[in-house]
C-alpha cells in the first residue's frame, strides 16, 4: 500500500526512545513532519531521525496537507487538547495513554473525532502484546466451549518496579525549559487530590482497560467497592466487569523486575499472564494455563513471533488499519469507559477521606 504520511508531536524521553524509532522503523510508515516547541530540541531530534520538516507549533503541523496521521505524546491533559485539535483539522491520531483527564474531556475529543470523520487511537500497549493477545484468546475459548467450567472471578496486580530495565537512556536535550502545562482534573475534584488523581490515573489506566479488554466487557463495567490508602493510590478497587468480579490491586515495592501480572479463574483452571517491564524490548506477556479437574495439567503457550515488544507492535497496528473503516482495538469511543471508571472511584474515595475527616473529630 502507500505508505501513511505521518506527523509526530512533540520530543520528550517516550517519543525519542520509543515512539518515534518505532514509528520509523515500520516499513508502510514515512514520518514526514515533527513539531516541538523547544526549536533547538526539535532541530536536533529532526537532524538524528532524518525527519524531513519541522515545526514550531502542532498548529503549524496540522495545516500540512501532505500528512494524513499524526501521533502524540504530551503531558496528561495537555496532549488531549492536540488530539482534539488534530482530529478537526482532519488527521487521523494515535495518542499517548490517558487520553483525557476527565470525563468532560473525553466527550469532546470523541465528538471531534465524530465530527471531523477520523480515527483515533489510545496507545494502550498491552492490548498489542502478543502474550497478552493469548489470554485474550484463550479466555474468549474457554468461555465459549465451557471446557474449564464458568468463569468466577478476575484479578490485575499492579505494584510497579524498574521499568527502564538498563534501556540505554541517552537522548537529545537542550536547556530550553520544558513546556508548561496546566493541571486540569474534573472540575469537582478539590484541589488536594488533583496531583493523586493525575498520578493514579497515569499508572493504572492500563490495567483497567486491560481487564475490561481481556473479559470482554465493553462499558457494562461498575465499581463495586474502593478501599485506598490516604494517599489515593495504594489499596483495592473491586468491579463488576460484564457480571465478573475483578480486583485491581495497586501499590508499589522496590522490584529489580516489574510487579504486574493478571489472572482470570475458571471453576477448573485458570489463564495467568505476568507483564514484563515496559522498556523491556522483545519480550511479551509471558502466559500460563491451568486446566484442573482430573488431569491437572499446566501448559506455558509462546506466541509467534516469540520476540515481539507491545509498543511496536501498537504502532504497526495504528499503520496498518489507520485507514480501514473500522474502529481501532483501542478506539477513542472505548476509551472513555476507562476515563469515566476513574471519575467515580475517586468520587468514591473523596468521599471517603471527608467521613473519615468527621470520624477523627468526634
Known amino acids: 500500500m502507500e505508505k501513511i504520511r505521518l506527523g509526530y508531536i512533540g520530543c520528550g524521553f517516550m517519543a525519542q526512545k520509543v ?3 518505532n514509528f520509523t522503523g515500520t516499513p508502510d510508515c514515512e514520518l514526514l513532519a515533527l513539531a516541538e516547541v523547544r526549536t533547538e530540541l526539535g532541530a536536533k531530534v529532526q537532524k538524528r531521525f532524518g525527519i524531513p520538516r519541522l515545526y514550531a507549533h502542532h498548529h503549524e503541523l496540522a495545516q500540512d496537507a501532505d500528512i494524513e496521521a499524526v501521533a502524540v505524546s504530551a503531558d496528561f491533559a495537555l496532549q ?23 470525563l468532560a474531556q473525553a ?4 465528538d471531534a473525532s465524530r465530527t471531523a470523520g477520523k480515527k483515533l487511537m489510545v496507545g494502550y500497549m498491552k492490548r498489542y502484546d502478543a502474550g497478552n493477545e493469548i489470554v485474550k484468546e484463550k479466555v474468549t475459548q474457554f468461555r465459549e466451549s465451557g471446557e474449564l467450567g464458568r468463569l468466577t472471578y478476575a484479578r490485575n496486580h499492579g505494584f510497579g518496579g524498574d521499568w527502564v530495565c538498563n534501556l540505554d537512556t541517552q537522548m537529545d536535550s537542550t536547556e530550553e525549559p520544558k513546556p508548561s502545562a496546566p493541571i486540569i482534573t474534573p472540575e469537582w475534584l478539590p484541589e488536594q487530590y488533583r496531583r493523586p488523581y493525575l498520578g493514579y490515573l497515569q499508572q493504572y489506566t492500563h490495567n483497567i482497560n486491560l481487564m475490561r479488554w481481556l473479559l470482554d466487557a465493553g462499558d457494562d463495567v461498575s465499581i463495586t467497592a474502593v478501599d485506598l490508602d490516604a494517599n489515593g493510590y495504594a489499596g483495592v478497587v473491586l468491579f463488576n466487569m460484564g457480571g465478573i468480579r475483578v480486583t485491581l490491586e495497586t501499590g508499589h515495592v522496590s522490584h529489580y523486575r516489574w510487579d504486574e501480572h493478571s489472572q482470570i479463574y ?22 500460563e494455563i491451568y486446566r484442573a479437574g482430573e488431569e491437572q495439567e499446566l501448559t506455558r503457550p509462546i506466541p509467534r513471533p516469540a520476540w515481539t515488544w507491545a509498543y511496536r507492535r501498537e504502532a504497526e497496528y495504528f499503520v496498518a488499519n489507520v485507514r480501514s473503516d473500522e474502529p481501532f482495538r483501542s478506539s477513542a469511543e472505548d476509551t472513555l469507559t476507562d476515563v469515566r471508571l476513574f471519575e467515580e472511584i475517586y ?3 473523596v468521599a471517603q477521606q471527608g467521613i473519615g475527616a468527621v470520624a477523627r473529630t468526634l
Open 19 to 21: 515512539h518515534i524509532p
Open 80 to 102: 488531549g487538547e492536540i488530539a482534539k485539535d488534530l482530529l478537526l483539522a482532519g488527521k487521523h491520531v494515535f495518542m499517548e495513554k490517558p487520553m483525557a483527564v476527565s
Open 107 to 110: 466527550e469532546a475529543i470523541v
Open 266 to 287: 475458571f471453576e477448573n483452571g485458570w489463564v495467568h499472564t505476568w507483564a514484563p517491564p515496559l522498556l523491556l524490548k522483545n519480550t511479551p506477556a509471558e502466559v
Open 347 to 349: 468520587r468514591i474515595f
